[in-house]
């Protein structure tokens, strides 16, 4: 059964950071784009980032710019959200996805996807609560 199993959340204080992991199992997804999104209570879920295959290409949602950085290791299956100068406003349950449909889409083809409807496999989250 394939799996993705996030991991890395916690309790932090504004300013710092955290990295959070998504690791494969039951499948290999080295050849799926992936994303990550996030939910905090009463709202929608949210766009965080998502990378191609290869790691070539990344996109982020404008609130995450310039503070979070997704990569991936192709070799440990896992890809990764790292976070820094975290905010209050960062508070949510953090899902990692991964996208069937680009699988090996080069950079210059790759198409980022910002909805959840567009992503075919999901973990079950990891909270992430920043204090102020």
């Known amino acids: 059964q394939e799996q993705l199993v996030e991991s890395g959340g916690g309790l932090v204080q504004a300013g710092a950071s955290l990295r959070l992991s998504c690791a494969a199992s039951?499948?290999?997804?080295?050849?799926?784009?992936m994303g990550w999104f996030r939910q905090a209570p009463e709202k929608e879920r949210e766009f965080v980032a998502s990378?191609?295959?290869?790691?070539?290409?990344?996109h982020y949602g404008d609130s995450v710019k310039g503070r979070f950085t997704i990569s991936r290791d192709n070799s440990k299956n896992t890809v990764y959200l790292q976070m820094d100068s975290l905010k209050p406003e960062d508070t949510a349950v953090y899902y990692c996805?991964?996208?069937?449909?680009?699988?090996?889409?080069?950079?210059?083809?790759?198409?980022?996807?910002?909805?959840?409807?567009?992503?075919?496999?999901w973990g079950q989250g990891t909270q992430v609560t920043v204090s102020s």
């Open positions: 039951g499948r290999t997804f080295i050849s799926y784009p």
């Open positions: 990378i191609n295959w290869n790691g070539g290409r990344t």
């Open positions: 996805a991964a996208e069937r449909a680009q699988q090996y889409i080069s950079s210059a083809y790759y198409v980022p996807k910002k909805r959840e409807s567009e992503y075919d496999y």
